[in-house]
Each structure stands twice: as C-alpha cells, then as structure tokens.
C-alpha cells in the first residue's frame, strides 16, 4: 500500500489517539479520527506529561503550546506520617525538560484537537464505532453519526478508546488482568493559603496504609488522590478549600491486550494497557504507543508494534504494582525498609536519575 493514501481509521481522540493522528499527519497521511464524545474531556484525569512526551509531541508543534499553559513541577515531596522523608528533584534529570509538566488532560486535548486542525484533520466528535471486521485485505467499520450509520472500508485501524475498548473487543484480543478492591477517590479544588512548596507535588504515607497525593494543576487548583473515601482528608496542614470543582472514585485496574495488533488492527494507550496512576505513565505510555505506531507504519515496519511496545506495557504494570503495594503497606517490617530506601534516594542525588528517567520515560 501507498503509505500517502493509505486509508487509517482512529477510534479514541483521547492524548493516545491524538499523538497517533498528529503523528501520521506530519508524515503527510490523512488518518480519520472519530469519538462518541461530545469534545475533549471536561475531566482533568491525567495529568502529568513526561519529558519523552514533551520529546515526541515537539515535531508537530504541541509541545510549545503545552508548556506555555502547564505549570513545571521541578519538585515532589514525600511525607511520613508528620515528617518530610525525601524531595525528588526533576532538575537533576539530564534532560532540557527536567520536570514534569502538570496539564489538566481537557487542556492536553483541547491544543493536540487544535493543531490536528491545522493539518486539515477535525476530529469527528459524536461518531462511533459500532462494529468492526477485517477482511484480507482491508478493515470493515460500521460507524454511526447522527443517528445515522455508516460503513466504511479501511486500510488499518488503531484502536486508543480506552479500557472498554470496542475495536479491541471486535477482534476478539483478551484484556488480561484483575481490578484491585480498594476504592480511590479523586478531588480537583481551589485551595487557598497553600502551606506547602508552590508548584511542588506532596505524597503522604502513613502506618495505616492510607495515603494521598496532591499535585497542583493551575493557579491555587489541586488535584488530589487517595486510597481512601476523601482524598482532601490525607493532604494534611493549615489550607482553606475555596471550591470542589470534581469529586470521584474508582478502582484501580491492572490489565494489559494479549497482543497489541492483528492482521490490520493496532492498540494503543488504555486499549492495551492499564495500571496504578502511581508513577504518572499511564498517558504518557499510550503517547508513546501512538508514536511508535505512526513510526512504524511509515516505516513499513508494523509487524513489529507488538513486540515493541508490549513489554514495556507489562514491564510498568509489574513496577506499578509493586510500587502501589508497598505504598499502601502496614506490614512496619515493609514500611521501615521503603522509608530507609527512599530516605537514602533522598540523600544521594546521583541515585535519583534512574526513578527520574523511568518516570520521564526516557529509560524502561
């Protein structure tokens, strides 16, 4: 196939399937991009952008217009019960983005949907998918619009929506994993008289496995995570809450596709992949996949998505489990040890540049 007039359907204009699209289009090809969606999110949801990200959204001139609406957090602070245990400092990562940019995912959407217009692409919102084939020598998608519904004859498919996905669904590929019990809650407020580092991350963690984390994600609005039912409760110290934008809770999924493509059909992002949002990859692993997926389709080099981009999926998923179970640990045996481990990170800089760069995605 002609790879300029190859025809590419993206179900998902989510961050993975937005990258895939941006991606494809600076290499001169015209992908259709649809959603069920009304528009980008009204939900922040992720928002940590990593270095690698940042890296591989500069071709397409999203980078610039993210890191003058994102907020640099150089620094994340770690709390025991009523000690700081250890500051990782982003600005000893060896990089020219020695941070991690904070973005609000509606943000992140609403600039990669609009410098995807500029390479004559709109992202078709209100459209799904509603079933897919595959034939030998093309893919078959019955899509509806406005009530309507349509069938159209593709090239290639690349499936980035979400953890429900239906394109991952239609060719039968299994979403292998479990979903923890324990319930998480999410807050996004304006907090004023903030107590703490501004623009800095706060973690605590206490002995009875509670913990949170909070995250500012604009001028004196925070994003806060929990183990538990109020993520606000475990963000100690002397602040006043001047408005709850979003209350939610959910359970935190650990799976992972037993394969990312078929003959003609790719996944990629919450598709392929999901995990704790400890480590804050799960975004940036679904750009990353997208990247790959654009790469190796003008490459010609498909065949080999799977076995590329899988095992870094499986490799996090691994970590971010760990990281999550001892995190939430009250075993004091475990405690002690993580708290002696990172107290030590903490004290010695040079052996903040590996937990650094994973996080950054420089290195898996």
Same mark, same amino acid.
């Given at each position: 196939?002609?790879?300029?007039?190859?025809?590419?359907? &993206?179900?998902?204009?989510?961050?993975?399937?937005?990258?895939?699209?941006?991606?494809?289009?600076?290499?001169? $090809?015209?992908?259709?991009?649809?959603?069920?969606?009304?528009?980008?999110? *009204?939900?922040?949801? =992720?928002?940590?952008?990593?270095?690698?990200?940042?890296? $591989?959204?500069?071709?397409?001139?999203?980078?610039?217009?993210?890191?003058?609406?994102?907020?640099?957090?150089?620094? =994340?602070?770690?709390?025991?019960?009523?000690?700081?245990? #250890?500051?990782?400092?982003?600005?000893?990562?060896?990089?020219? +983005?020695?941070?991690?940019?904070?973005? *609000?995912?509606?943000? %992140?959407?609403? &600039?990669?949907?609009?410098?995807?217009?500029? @390479?004559?692409?709109?992202?078709?919102?209100?459209?799904?998918? #509603?079933?897919?084939? /595959?034939?030998?020598?093309?893919?078959?998608?019955?899509?509806?619009?406005?009530?309507?519904?349509?069938?159209?004859? @593709?090239? &290639?498919?690349?499936?980035?929506?979400?953890?429900?996905?239906? $394109?991952?669904?239609?060719?039968? !590929?299994?979403?292998?994993? +479990?979903?923890?019990?324990?319930?998480?809650? !999410?807050?996004?407020?304006?907090?004023?008289?903030?107590?703490?580092?501004?623009?800095?991350?706060?973690?605590?963690?206490?002995?009875?496995?509670?913990?949170?984390?909070? !995250? *500012? &994600?604009?001028?004196?609005?925070?994003?806060?995570?929990?183990?538990?039912?109020?993520?606000?409760?475990?963000?100690?110290?002397?602040?006043?809450?001047?408005?709850?934008?979003?209350?939610?809770? @959910?359970?935190?999924?650990?799976? /992972?596709?037993?394969?990312?493509?078929?003959?003609?059909?790719?996944?990629?992002?919450?598709?392929?992949?999901?995990?704790?949002?400890?480590?804050?990859?799960?975004?940036?692993?679904?750009?990353?996949?997208?990247?790959? @997926?654009?790469?190796?389709?003008?490459?010609? %080099?498909?065949?080999?998505?799977?076995?590329?981009?899988?095992?870094?999926?499986?490799?996090?998923?691994?970590?971010?489990?760990? !990281?999550?179970? %001892?995190?939430?640990?009250?075993?004091?045996?475990? /405690?002690?040890?993580?708290?002696? #481990?990172?107290?030590?990170?903490?004290?010695?800089?040079?052996?903040?540049?590996?937990?650094?760069?994973?996080?950054?995605?420089?290195?898996?």
């Amino acid at each position: 196939m002609l790879r300029e007039t190859a025809s590419i359907l &993206i179900v998902g204009a989510g961050p993975t399937g937005l990258t895939a699209a941006l991606e494809l289009a600076r290499r001169g $090809v015209h992908p259709r991009i649809i959603d069920k969606k009304d528009g980008p999110t *009204p939900l922040s949801k =992720a928002v940590g952008i990593s270095a690698h990200s940042l890296d $591989v959204l500069e071709a397409s001139g999203v980078s610039g217009k993210l890191l003058a609406k994102g907020l640099k957090v150089r620094h =994340a602070h770690f709390h025991t019960e009523t000690r700081e245990l #250890v500051t990782i400092d982003f600005s000893l990562l060896p990089h020219r +983005y020695n941070f991690l940019l904070s973005l *609000p995912q509606r943000d %992140t959407e609403r &600039i990669m949907a609009e410098m995807l217009a500029t @390479f004559g692409i709109e992202v078709e919102w209100r459209t799904q998918l #509603v079933g897919l084939t /595959q034939q030998a020598d093309k893919v078959e998608a019955r899509i509806t619009r406005g009530g309507e519904e349509e069938r159209h004859s @593709f090239d &290639i498919a690349f499936g980035a929506d979400g953890a429900d996905s239906s $394109v991952r669904k239609a060719v039968g !590929i299994e979403f292998e994993g +479990y979903t923890h019990r324990r319930q998480w809650s !999410i807050t996004d407020a304006e907090i004023a008289s903030w107590p703490y580092e501004p623009g800095a991350a706060q973690a605590f963690l206490n002995r009875s496995g509670d913990i949170g984390f909070i !995250i *500012p &994600i604009g001028d004196n609005r925070f994003r806060a995570v929990s183990n538990t039912p109020d993520a606000l409760a475990h963000v100690p110290g002397n602040y006043r809450v001047s408005q709850v934008l979003r209350t939610d809770r @959910f359970h935190i999924p650990a799976k /992972q596709a037993s394969r990312y493509q078929t003959a003609r059909v790719f996944l990629g992002g919450d598709a392929a992949h999901v995990h704790s949002p400890l480590g804050a990859r799960g975004m940036n692993l679904g750009i990353e996949d997208a990247a790959s @997926f654009a790469r190796r389709f003008g490459d010609g %080099t498909l065949a080999g998505y799977t076995d590329e981009r899988r095992p870094v999926g499986h490799r996090w998923i691994e970590l971010s489990e760990r !990281i999550l179970s %001892t995190a939430q640990s009250t075993n004091s045996f475990v /405690q002690t040890f993580r708290n002696l #481990v990172m107290w030590t990170i903490g004290t010695v800089p040079v052996l903040q540049r590996p937990l650094l760069e994973r996080v950054a995605g420089l290195k898996e």
